[in-house]
């Protein structure tokens, strides 16, 4: 049984140039999407037991690779990164579709595995998009995942409860941080990682046409980014910690707050 | 006349749970009031489930033009596939301009497969919409990082999830008039089964949303028996943010924000909070908003009333001993 985690680099911090409003990426490291690392743990585990291969997808520019490499070293058995300017600028259904081409170019894959969501934006929509360019089902928030036989017994943390489902391979599986506790590479898993194939496709090469992908694939964009108003006049209160806290302390009792 | 423009119309999403409409889909009635006034269209209510009872005349009561009812066993509980089979048969049918979702689980699980479907553009977690009314573009502000974001679609229908919270559920008039449409589909149940629905434990659903007031903890603050001890003193609970619940120091169900939940309590202390705009959007409504951190350019003073910079485990004590005295 082959698996698919999909994976997102991020940035380990934000930085936006406040008159394009764009991120800064030059000189900000990327690090692995830390909802995907539950996805490649899960992977692994359930390779352990099933067998198979783990093939990690990925979109984003060439130094993804050691993002990668993380998840080869956590046990995943190769890795495929989707590296094309024309690419760039993609929002969530442009990355969906550029990722969803590759997965159907590999062999019999039964399930894809997604984190929840990205810790940059966040959107929580790439699992099911995947999901429905494949034509398979989506069981999101899962917390729990079974595989008996042919099919998938999955538990999924909802607001008020767990709903536990079952749903036909193959398909795709959004997990939450909960599921399980992500193993940590050692030198050695760096080391034979380094010698696992990441295999760099461009546009061309999955026969993706231009207006599909990047920013022309993509039916969102953004106009502006704003700082949020200040919408209160803060009162900065200064001196000892004392006298701040006696006159913070008598504030919220004068307004009935304590 | 374009493609475009053959798209008229506003449309939420309505999810009920216990014969009620949940709030946030009362509040997205809200919003979609606005916005149905403003480019003088109907604005409509999908309705899916089973023995929906007086669910859609509750809907006119509370500001729909039309609701669209589609009855039957199979959608008494949510499953992705005749849930999404039907939404995306009525918008192609029907062609509405807006569609709006609620950020809940189900939406979330339902509007990216269904803007997928029907190659439209989505945004995500939105805290504001307006109109660019000249060309009948939603505006959808969303958190981006710690700044805000417009977000628009250039295709149609535009389709948006709003964040709970950031607007009030309309009044509620039992004199309004409105049309329902009982809509007749076949349909399949599906490719997910359902096999067993076990309630969170107590513990795990801390309903921090409806505490008078709130001790939120940041990665500022190391001690959470401090924040516990502060809340005790002020009668509240303790909420946290982001980095806090995933590295396993508070519930989940205590996180404040983007993905977790919007709070509005009378008092809101910010204990070693930053003050991400994930995190803002969760808590910006509260009455009075004290926050306490090192950094004096740190965002949360933006949204505070009352600041104080400094080390968090020393004025917690302190604030303790006033507060008591």
Request: a negative charge.
């Amino acid at each position: 049984m082959n698996i698919v985690v999909c994976v997102k680099q991020v940035p380990q911090e934000i930085r936006i140039n406040k008159t394009k409003g764009t991120l800064i990426r030059d000189g900000i490291k990327g690090v692995i999407n830390p909802c995907d690392k539950n996805a490649i743990e899960l992977a692994v585990t359930l390779k352990e037991k099933h067998g198979g291969k783990i093939t990690l997808v990925s979109m984003g520019p060439k130094d993804v690779e050691n993002t990668l490499t993380h998840g080869l070293a956590m046990g995943a058995d190769q890795a495929v990164l989707i590296c094309d300017r024309v690419c760039a600028g993609a929002d969530t259904l442009a990355t969906a579709f550029a990722l969803a081409t590759v997965i159907k170019k590999l062999d019999d894959v039964q399930l894809v595995l997604c984190g929840k969501e990205t810790a940059d934006s966040g959107t929580q929509h790439v699992g099911p998009q995947v999901a429905h360019y494949l034509g398979i089902p989506q069981v999101t928030y899962v917390v729990n995942l079974l595989i008996e036989g042919s099919k998938i017994r999955a538990k999924r943390q909802l607001k008020d409860e767990y709903e536990t489902v079952e749903a036909g391979l193959p398909a795709l599986v959004t997990v939450v941080k909960g599921i399980n506790e992500p193993r940590m590479p050692t030198y050695l898993d760096i080391y034979e990682a380094s010698k696992k194939d990441t295999h760099k496709w461009c546009a061309e090469d999955l026969g993706l046409k231009e207006d599909e992908v990047g920013i022309q694939g993509s039916p969102t964009r953004i106009t502006k980014v704003f700082a949020p108003e200040a919408k209160r006049e803060c009162k900065m209160l200064r001196g000892s910690i004392e006298d701040i806290s006696s006159s913070l302390a008598n504030d919220l009792k004068s307004k009935g707050l304590v | 006349m374009k493609e475009m423009d053959r798209y008229r119309g506003v449309w939420v999403f309505a999810e009920w749970k216990d014969s009620q409409v949940i709030k946030g889909s009362l509040e997205l009635l809200s919003l979609g009031r606005g916005l149905a006034d403003e480019l003088q269209v109907e604005l409509s209510v999908l309705l899916m489930g089973d023995r929906l009872g007086g669910i859609p005349e509750e809907l006119i009561y509370y500001g729909a033009d039309v609701v669209y009812v589609i009855e039957n066993p199979i959608l008494e509980r949510y499953t992705t596939s005749p849930y999404h089979r039907i939404l995306c048969d009525l918008i192609r049918e029907n062609k509405p301009e807006i569609v709006l979702f609620s950020t809940t689980h189900l939406g979330m699980d339902l509007a990216p497969r269904v803007a997928c479907e029907l190659k439209t553009g989505l945004s995500a977690h939105c805290v504001d919409l307006k109109m660019d009314k000249e060309n009948r573009q939603l505006l959808q502000i969303c958190p981006y990082f710690d700044y805000m974001a417009t977000i628009v679609t250039d295709t149609r229908p535009q389709m948006a999830t709003v964040q709970p919270g950031i607007t009030s559920p309309p009044r509620r008039d039992d004199s309004r008039q409105g049309k329902t449409v009982r809509v007749e589909f076949k349909i399949e149940p599906g490719d997910i089964k359902i096999v067993e629905v076990e309630a969170k434990k107590e513990e795990d659903t801390e309903k921090i949303e409806e505490a008078d007031v709130i001790v939120a903890v940041g990665r500022g603050l190391k001690d959470m028996r401090l924040a516990e001890e502060l809340a005790s003193v002020l009668g509240g609970v303790l909420g946290a943010t982001q980095p806090i619940t995933e590295a396993g120091l508070l519930q989940e169900s205590r996180m404040i924000g983007q993905t977790g939940k919007i709070v509005q309590p009378k008092l809101y202390i910010a204990c070693g909070i930053s003050g991400a705009g994930q995190h803002i959007v969760g808590m910006q409504n509260s009455g009075t908003i004290v926050a306490i951190n090192t950094d004096e350019k740190a965002p949360i003073f933006k949204v505070a009333d009352y600041g104080i910079v400094g080390d968090v485990s020393k004025v917690i004590p302190a604030l303790i001993e006033s507060l008591k005295g």
